[in-house]
């Protein structure tokens, strides 16, 4: 059974259905092609980035890439290391905004691109950028696939101080599963200002993570591999922070409206064992 709370916002049954639906529904299934051919749109490469780091800097930079390359390439613990469907939250949120005018969005950490192939199947143009580079790759082959590589523009850097873009540039960012694993509250609040700066004044920003209630984490709390709402996985070494409504609400709310807030529980498989899964997703806007 599907649990859905909605605040500031109505739910009706084909939200409910579309979070249900959500296993049934499929990409394309078009063979892999076996090489993925010149790309037209930019990659940027992580390594000519190096140069304007300091070293503390680089460091966890390069620890955070060895991580998620071992999760994409070999461990695929969390399941949307593989999984082409886009996001519950971002399905849910597609269907309570109008996509018209959201034309211009960045997919931060988009992971092997789920979303971003989603978005511009519906005809947004879209930046993605990834730490990693085996996810990256997945990505690329599976916009090949969808036909939307001439939407997606593709960087594989890491989101660090300052990211790569103007201000107000995009009418959406998305943030789907990516501010959760900075701990550091000088990162978090930076990250923050960050997705301010470059949302334009009236875009929305989506941010979806795990709640402290969330089966997985908390049996992973209990194991001793957590301290309070940190959490670090013992099957890929990722470090998550769990949050509460109130927490993730106060945190977001300091720089933007929020529009919607939803909580919602599934059940999923992880590493082949089910897990009630425990959901918090907030749409928010830039006040104009
Ligand atoms: C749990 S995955 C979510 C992927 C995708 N957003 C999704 O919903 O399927 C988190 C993603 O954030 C990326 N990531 C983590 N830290 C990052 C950083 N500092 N800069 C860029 N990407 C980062 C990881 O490589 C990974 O793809």
Not at 49 to 72: G, H, N, V
Not at 185 to 207: C, W
């Amino acid at each position: 059974m599907m649990m859905v709370k909605v605040s500031n916002g109505t739910l009706t049954p084909l939200f409910v259905l579309i979070l249900n639906s959500e296993r049934n529904l499929e990409m394309s299934k078009n063979p892999l092609r076996d090489g993925i051919g010149p790309w037209p749109t930019s990659i940027r490469d992580q390594e000519s980035l190096k140069e304007t780091m300091s070293a503390t800097e680089q460091k966890t930079i390069e620890r955070e890439a060895r991580l998620w390359e071992e999760e994409y390439g070999t461990l695929k613990v969390i399941p949307s290391s593989t999984r082409e469907l886009p996001s519950k939250a971002l399905l849910l949120f597609s269907e309570i905004l109008d996509f018209k005018h959201l034309k211009k969005v960045l997919d931060a950490g988009c992971g092997i691109g789920r979303n971003a192939i989603y978005l511009a199947q519906k005809g947004c143009e879209v930046h993605a950028v990834d730490i990693s580079q085996t996810a990256i790759s997945k990505l690329q082959r599976a916009a090949l696939r969808a036909e939307v590589r001439e939407r997606i523009t593709i960087y594989n850097i890491p989101l660090r101080e300052t990211f790569p873009f103007e201000n107000n540039s995009f009418d959406l960012v998305l943030d789907s599963y990516v501010f959760c694993h900075f701990t550091d509250e000088d990162f978090k609040q930076n990250y923050r200002k960050e997705l301010h700066r470059i949302t334009k004044p009236g875009g929305i920003v989506f941010s979806s993570l795990f709640s402290e209630e969330d089966e997985y984490y908390k049996k992973i709390i209990q194991n001793g591999y957590g301290k309070e709402n940190i959490v670090t996985d013992p099957k890929n070494g990722i470090t998550k922070r769990l949050y509460t409504e109130a927490e993730i609400k106060d945190f977001f709310s300091t720089h933007f409206d929020i529009l919607y807030f939803v909580k919602f529980e599934f059940e999923d498989i992880v590493l082949g064992l089910p897990y009630r899964r425990s959901i918090l997703a907030l749409a928010l806007r830039k006040p104009a």
